[in-house]
Each structure stands twice: as C-alpha cells, then as structure tokens.
C-alpha cells in the first residue's frame, strides 16, 4: 500500500540521513530487483536499521566488511587493495585467504511475500587473520616526500626508492 510505503521511506531516510526525494528516485529508476540505499553505515544507524528491519518490509540490510588500512594513501602501493569489481592487487592479493573473514551463516525462513518466519544462525562470524610487517610508517613518508623532491629536482617522472634493515632484510619503506 502506498501510504505504508511512502512511510517506511520516510523513516528509513531519517536514518539513514537521505533525502526521502533522492531516496525514492533511486528506487523508481533502478531496473534492478535490488536497490543499494546506502553503503558504510555506522554502527549507531546499522544497530537502529537492524533494530527494526521487521517495520520495514522490502528492505534488507547486506554486511560487507571493509579492510581499512591506517596512512592508506602512502602504503597503497604495497599493501594493494581490493576494488569494487573484486580485483586485488599487492599484499591483499597475495595474502588475501590469511587475511579473509569468515562472514558467518544463516538461515532465513521466508513466507510467498519474502516476509521473514525465522532466522537460525548457523554459524557465527569470525575476523580474518591479521598481517604484520616491517614497515615504518614515518619512514615510508620521509622517503615518499624525499623522492618526490628529487624527482621534481631532476625533471624526472619516475623513481623508486627501497629501505631495508641491514640486520634482518625486512623492508622498513618501499616507495
């Protein structure tokens, strides 16, 4: 019914701070069966949504995991990362199956209206492993801001730059 639509629009925009109007074209435009309304929530919104999902039939809250990485900006060309499309590069290509999550299980029993009867976890979600490295974050962003100024002293494009600890081999910083 329209009039429970517009309203379970409505809440779900205050929410999620959308505006209902953005909202509702999103949903009327896409072609999809599946609509994406909002990606990244914080907890306080995700723990609200979850708190409620029965009022709001037609939704569904789908967890993904984001690996965030501290000075991503200066270690993305080692540690890689993971677009969109599924493609990894550096370290989260090698190392990904160490550093994969275990997403969890469950079973949701749903009526012919997609109307959820029960829900039974199967198994609970687990972190991934965590990867250690020799890099020294100061470092790395000395080395970054010297060699980008040699480069630009010397008219060149490109450069490279490797630190290692004498001792045991392991890189300190790596540009």
């Keep these: 019914n329209e009039e429970k639509r517009k309203q379970i629009l409505r809440e779900i ?5 959308k505006d209902i109007a953005i909202l509702e ?6 072609h999809d069966p599946h609509v994406l309304i909002s990606e990244n929530l914080d ?12 009022e ?15 000075d991503g900006e200066v270690f993305s060309h080692i ?5 969109k499309t599924g493609e990894k590069t550096g370290l989260e290509d090698s190392y990904n199956q160490f550093l994969k999550e275990n997403l969890g299980k469950i079973d949701i029993e749903r009526d012919a209206q997609g109307n959820i009867i029960s829900e039974k976890i199967i198994s609970q979600p687990e972190p991934g492993n ?4 020799w890099l020294d974050s100061q470092l790395q962003e000395k080395v970054r801001t010297e060699l980008e100024a040699i480069i630009k002293e010397v008219g060149s494009e490109k450069g ?6 004498a001792k045991t081999g392991g890189v300190l910083a790596m540009v």
């Design 43 to 54: 907890y306080e919104k995700l723990i609200i949504l979850e708190a409620r999902k029965k």
């Design 79 to 83: 540690i890689g990362y993971e677009r």
């Design 160 to 165: 490279a730059a490797v630190v290692l600890d």
């Design 25 to 30: 074209q999103e949903i009327n435009q896409s």
């Design 56 to 70: 709001f039939s037609g939704f569904e809250i789908i967890n993904n995991v984001v690996r965030e990485y501290k």
């Design 13 to 17: 925009s205050a929410v999620i701070e």
């Design 130 to 133: 965590s990867l250690k490295l």
